[in-house]
């Protein structure tokens, strides 16, 4: 089960600002300062929210930032500007730290998947229109992820999109690989955490995981 947690992210270049900020009397603070630390970090530990420093934000290549800005999307998130070496709340800062201290966590294994077997189509990350999609068989899911097999290799890949058929709402989900359990020798298949999902497409998996109708 998912509990509360006072991890947030913070992509920035310049760690002191917000050291020095009433954030840090009430969060922990991890600092990212390339995009792909940043992936890495969020795939890997769990966490309650982001800070995004606007100014490196919009200097972040194009991809890259567009997958950070979609994998941020479900998470209580404040941007920011440093001035004068101090750091500028442009969202509620107050409201910010009630909803990570609220908030449950997000990260791997942070709820119970149950046993399934449930087709999904497949695509990687350059085609979430899903044109040149593949099969798959998803084994494990709960609300945060799932755990799934293809015959495709996924060597390289850090992220793709999943659709299951079987859910009322058939949008794409935008996952990462867990790549610490995604070996190609691995039993348990290849675990990904959901990082873009539609409320009601979560609210049924975990109508599902629970057994609540």
Request: hydrophobic share 30%; net charge negative; proline share 6%.
């Amino acid at each position: 089960m998912s509990q509360p947690n006072n991890q947030v992210i913070i992509y920035t270049d310049n760690p002191e600002p917000y050291e020095n900020s009433n954030l840090s009397k009430y969060i922990n603070m991890e600092f990212c300062s390339c995009p792909d630390q940043f992936c890495h970090t969020m795939l890997g530990k769990k966490y309650s929210g982001l800070v995004l420093d606007v100014r490196k934000v919009m200097q972040t290549p194009c991809c890259d930032r567009n997958r950070i800005l979609t994998i941020s999307s479900g998470v209580p998130t404040i941007r920011t500007l440093e001035k004068d070496k101090q750091t500028v709340f442009l969202d509620n800062h107050e409201d910010f730290i009630c909803d990570c201290l609220t908030a449950p966590c997000t990260g791997p294994r942070s709820s119970c998947p149950i046993n399934v077997s449930l087709p999904v189509k497949i695509s990687m990350e350059n085609d979430p229109a899903m044109a040149q999609s593949f099969n798959g068989t998803i084994h494990y899911i709960s609300e945060q992820g799932c755990i799934f097999h293809t015959d495709t290799e996924l060597e390289g890949a850090n992220f793709l999109y999943l659709q299951i058929d079987s859910l009322k709402n058939r949008l794409p989900i935008f996952a990462g690989l867990c790549s610490e359990q995604c070996k190609a020798d691995c039993p348990c298949g290849v675990r990904t955490k959901f990082l873009d999902i539609k409320k009601d497409q979560q609210e049924e998996i975990k109508a599902t995981v629970t057994g609540i109708k």
